[in-house]
């Protein structure tokens, strides 16, 4: 049973972004760190790039698999998440905290409430 | 009277007694009740196939001893790109003639895969070395998919490029594969003279390629261009002749992101083209995007470095559809050869070798320029003379050169070209002399120690690294390749039983041409009448490949699976453009298929359209139907797998192609599974237009350890116009060409001519039936144990059966690749590992192993199921287990100290016949993570890694 903090919101695609913030971190799920096994690599965004909700920004690879990671909501993206370069590792130890991807500076507040809410999201990996 | 080496006995596993035992478990009366309930009865061929009688063993070779001395040799300097070269005899024997080294798969299980990874390893130092970039990868199919795949790269940095840029001066065939390449992705290549590029002329550039030395054997300074490249942000990339760079400035020194080239040169025959080693260098912010595979170091369960296939998830067959490359399989055995010349050697025989061929074609071509009647007689960069002579006088030069028995390259421009090489002999310079009207008694004696100028010399250091200087005599390589050898894990320890890559045997008598001068020294580009043998092979080859398959046309070019794919693909899309019809651009592909099936369809222009399957692994035929008449209009292929990537005869196959047809779409299949269809059915028959072939599967050529292969494609009357073009074969065709060689890898053909001629179709279909009766066998023993996934309706599986490993997750917290290397204690290289269903794994047997091989594997199985069943018994720890800690290495059993909840003797040797025949595994379970968190992929980095880690290397 995979941890899905309340205060978050999430993407069935398992992406998760903090709620009520301007700038607001993205980051991929306890769920979905757990399905990847270790992450060796996280290939980031430029910061300032201008992303549209369900727009693939960045890419998570483990030594299996490769996946794209979807902007939950629309922005631009004001801050990535250096610390990843040298240690990816960070998403799976802590995907809620250290582990973030990056910031976007959210276009409209009210998209996220399209998003799924902890429950929901749970239900949506049959947890 | 009767040959007494009848051949299928030798092939098959099995004889009437065993078959019959096998047959009573299954209940089954006979073989033919079993292949009745097996194919469906819509498709089963009811004639034998139209094949000659099989040949004895020793009949055939000398029957195709017969064909291949039909082909003239000739002393051979034409050149472009293959150049003849000496495979040191110690080499030969240890490596290309072994069995331990050319019967091994892709080294996925690293753990049994140390030396042939050390051996890759080493060649990726040296072509890291020759090219002064940081990154090599571990081979590429040949020079032109070389450079295809580098403007893949550059395009993938430049998502807007439109044009690539390649210098007129760069090698036609490897032009005319870049252009194959570029055209159904929209690209256009530009051929230009670097020296007075008009760069804005060209939409959106993005990349350029320039030939090191070029095609007409002149060395430029492309450290302007290069310049002016960078400037303007084009990603530059060097084809180079790598026997070069051991004299002259690395392509890194002129300012190269990427090199590119073949390797033959190192060791390898010329092969009527191939198979060759290709090699691609990057620096280290390309390392990401290289294609291929990369072999990095990382440190296994003891902390100690350990060789395995890195960064795995750049390759095509993971990427799918978003795939930017077009190589599965490499050339491992053809790198292996390459980088075992080059240490053998060291750098200074490399010096002395390059010395030599350059001061050759220095002699030559300062003796050719006192003759009258030589216009010119450049002075070549390295190893080649081209010379303009006076008119009337070429006939008289290339009628002296044919009575002397010397291949000259008569060019397309009248000139003359000479590329001397590693084989030539001081007397071939004096007739190469006497043929260009000179006297030769006057040739100038080459100089020992030609320079070049300080702008194109070698300054950098060469092979600096330990193991290129260990092992110049005869005795230490050899110790050294059996060492390696020792390592491995090939078809000559025991049974390989990987589903989907038909691991059978690769026959003595079927690799003994490979050792035939009349095969191996013959020149691509040899004109007509000098290959007659070779033409007379692919003729009878093709011929054989279309009776077997039921389709019209062959070709034989493609050099690997994922490339058959791609020429598959192509002629559909050239079909389709013909009858006006471009809009057709969209491929359904089921979602259980093959990962480079999505890639080579985007390669080849298409837009991939997932289709489901159901839960039996079935394609969800209603699906197929919805999407084909929603998209009729564009609906240009399906791609299909037969029998499915889950080992199932699908009833409805011929209903499938008949619906993709009803909407204008043509159907190809993927071949991959032919070793379940030969003499039982036929792709034609049932319904599609195309299909690929995997010789190194159904047809006997070795695996080689990673390559090579070799995927022809068949097809139908209709698309048999676009098939692979090659200039060699004039404006025929529509299609270009995808691959540098006309005929692809064709030395390595006659491997599957010998094993057909040897079968005849009563052993052909006799090995597919017995294919399908190991793995149902293999299926019916372990379904106790493992749950057998996906049957066809009447409840066999086809020739390969696909096990559960999910239960044991959670029952015993044991996942799939535990069981993968605890198989490995036992002396067996794991079946496939999750494919093409996560936590399961794929078994084929093939018709080549025994019943007691068999029976012996499932032993093994059934003996870790009950090491399973101990830890979630809770018998045994969950964490510190015989299936954990696997493999285990006799340093690991023989250490002082034992702390190890299970005893020594269990983890090494769990059953009496393991005592027999023990494998051990170099090194404990290697960290992937940490191999790909910290890329290191030369040999360098290992000693700094082994002092790091503290261990002895």
Redesign the interface.
């Given at each position: 049973m995979s941890e899905a903090p309340e205060e978050l919101r999430y993407r069935d695609s398992h992406e998760w972004i903090e709620l009520g913030k301007e700038i607001a971190a993205v980051g991929i799920t306890d769920h979905a760190q757990g399905e990847l096994?270790?992450?060796?690599?996280i290939?980031l965004p430029t910061v300032g790039r201008v992303v549209e909700a369900g727009e693939a920004v960045a890419v998570v690879?483990?030594?299996?698999?490769?996946s794209d990671i979807y902007a939950p909501v629309s922005g631009e993206v004001a801050e990535v998440n250096l610390s990843l370069e040298s240690d990816?590792?960070l998403v799976n130890g802590d995907p809620y905290g250290s582990g973030w991807l990056f910031r976007l500076r959210v276009r409209d507040a009210a998209e996220a409430a399209g998003l799924l809410d902890a429950a929901a999201y749970r239900a949506s990996i049959g947890e | 009277m009767e040959a007494t080496d009848d051949f299928p006995r030798r092939h098959l596993g099995s004889g009437p007694a065993d078959i019959a035992a096998m047959l009573s478990q299954l209940g089954l009366p006979s073989l033919d009740a079993l292949i009745e309930a097996v194919v469906p009865e819509s498709i089963l061929l009811r004639s034998p196939l139209q094949l000659p009688a099989a040949l004895g063993e020793r009949e055939a070779v000398a029957r195709l001893r017969e064909i291949m001395a039909a082909n003239v040799r000739r002393r051979c300097f034409l050149g472009q790109g293959f150049a003849a070269s000496v495979m040191p005899a110690v080499i030969q024997r240890n490596v290309l003639e072994n069995p331990g080294w050319y019967t091994a798969y892709t080294p996925y299980q690293a753990e049994v895969a140390q030396g042939r990874l050390e051996m890759l390893l080493n060649f990726q130092t040296l072509v890291t070395s020759l090219t002064g970039l940081e990154v090599a990868n571990a081979s590429l199919l040949d020079e032109a998919t070389a450079a295809a795949e580098a403007m893949h790269m550059a395009l993938g940095t430049h998502p807007c490029g439109r044009t690539f840029l390649v210098s007129n001066t760069c090698f036609g065939h490897t032009i005319d594969v870049v252009r194959t390449r570029a055209a159904p992705l929209g690209l256009r290549v530009a051929l230009v003279d670097h020296e007075s590029l008009a760069w804005d002329e060209w939409e959106n550039p993005f990349g350029i390629l320039v030939q090191y030395p070029a095609e007409d054997g002149v060395v430029h300074d492309f450290r302007p261009v290069m310049d002016e490249a960078a400037r303007r942000g084009l990603t530059r990339i060097a084809a180079c002749d790598p026997l070069a760079l051991v004299l002259l400035r690395s392509p890194a020194g002129f300012g190269a992101e990427i090199a590119i080239g073949s390797m033959q040169r190192f060791g390898l025959p010329l092969g009527m083209g191939g198979p060759h080693a290709a090699f691609l260098a990057c620096s280290d912010a390309w390392k990401r995007r290289i294609p291929g595979r990369l072999v990095g170091v990382s440190r296994d369960s003891a902390g100690r470095p350990a060789f395995r296939l890195a960064l795995q998830t750049r390759e095509q067959h993971i990427r799918r559809d978003k795939a930017t490359s077009n190589i599965c399989t490499s050339q491992v055995l053809l790198a292996v050869l390459a980088a075992a010349y080059a240490m053998y050697h060291g750098p200074e025989g490399l010096r002395r070798i390059a010395r030599r061929v350059h001061a050759m074609a220095k002699a030559l071509s300062e003796s050719l320029r006192g003759l009258p009647w030589v216009e010119e007689a450049q002075a070549p960069g390295f190893d080649t003379v081209v010379a303009g002579v006076a008119e009337g006088r070429r006939e008289m030069i290339l009628e002296r050169a044919e009575k002397r028995g010397i291949l000259l390259h008569t060019r397309d421009d009248g000139r003359i070209g000479v590329t001397l090489n590693e084989a030539a002999r001081d007397e071939d310079l004096r007739e190469l002399v006497w043929v260009f009207g000179g006297a030769p008694e006057a040739v100038a004696t080459p100089a020992p120690e030609e320079e070049f100028a300080p702008a194109h010399r070698r300054t950098t250091p060469l092979l600096e690294e330990a193991v290129f200087h260990r092992y110049q005599t005869e005795t230490e390589m050899m110790r050294y390749l059996r060492r390696l050898e020792g390592r491995d894990l090939a078809l000559n320890v025991s049974m390989i039983p990987l589903g989907s890559c038909t691991m059978k045997l690769n026959a003595a008598s079927q690799m003994l041409a490979l050792s035939w001068p009349e095969v191996m020294e013959m020149h691509p580009f040899a004109p007509a009448s000098q290959i007659q043998g070779y033409l007379r092979l692919f003729e009878e080859l093709e011929r054989w490949l279309a009776v077997i398959t039921g389709f019209d046309a062959v070709s034989l070019q493609p050099n690997a699976g994922s490339q058959g794919e791609y020429a598959g693909l192509l002629a559909i899309r050239g079909y389709h453009r013909s009858r006006g019809e471009e809009r057709r651009n969209i491929c359904l592909i089921p979602v259980s298929a093959h990962g480079t099936n999505p890639a080579s369809a985007v390669m080849a222009g298409f837009r991939v359209m997932p289709v489901a399957c159901d839960r039996e692994g079935n394609i969800d035929a209603a699906d197929l139907a919805a999407k084909a008449e929603a998209h009729a209009g564009e609906l240009a292929a399906l791609m299909v797998t037969y029998p499915s990537t889950h080992g199932v005869f699908e009833e409805g196959i011929r209903e499938l192609c008949t619906l993709a047809h009803r909407y204008g779409g043509q159907v190809y299949l993927d071949g991959a599974n032919m070793n379940a269809q030969v003499g039982l059915c036929r792709p034609a028959d049932y319904g599609a237009d195309v299909c690929h072939l995997n010789l190194h599967k159904t047809f006997c050529i070795p695996h080689g350890g990673g390559g090579p292969g070799v995927g022809p494609i068949a097809a139908r009357a209709h698309l048999a116009p676009y098939l692979p073009g090659h200039r060699r074969f004039g404006g025929s065709r529509a299609t270009g060409a995808v691959c540098s060689a006309p005929w692809g890898s064709a030395s390595i053909l006659t491997i599957s001519w010998t094993y057909i001629a040897m079968m005849g179709a009563e052993g052909l279909r006799e090995a597919t039936r017995l294919a399908i009766l190991n793995a149902n066998y293999v299926a019916r023993r372990l379904e106790p144990y493992f749950p057998v996934l996906y049957r066809g309706e009447r409840g066999w599986v086809a020739h390969e059966c696909i096990i559960d490993l999910r239960p044991f997750r959670d029952s015993a917290g044991i996942e799939v690749e535990d069981v993968a290397k605890r198989l490995m204690d036992y002396g067996y290289h794991s079946p496939t590992m999750s494919w093409p269903v996560a936590g399961t794994l794929m078994i084929e047997p093939t018709e080549s192993e025994s019943k007691e091989e068999l029976d012996r594997f499932c032993e093994a199985m059934i003996a870790i199921h009950g090491e399973i069943v101990e830890v979630a018994s809770g018998a045994a720890d969950r964490k510190d287990n015989l299936l954990k800690r696997a493999p285990h290495t006799a340093e690991a059993l023989c250490a002082e100290v034992w702390e190890r909840p299970y005893s020594r003797e269990r983890a090494a040797f769990p059953v009496r016949w393991v005592r027999e025949n023990k494998v051990w595994p170099a090194v404990g379970r290697i960290d992937n993570a940490h191999g790909d968190r910290h890329l290191i992929c030369t040999c360098e980095g290992v000693s700094a890694y082994a002092a790091g880690a503290e261990a002895g290397y």
């Open positions: 096994g270790d992450l060796v690599y290939e690879e483990s030594v299996k698999a490769a990816p590792g | -």
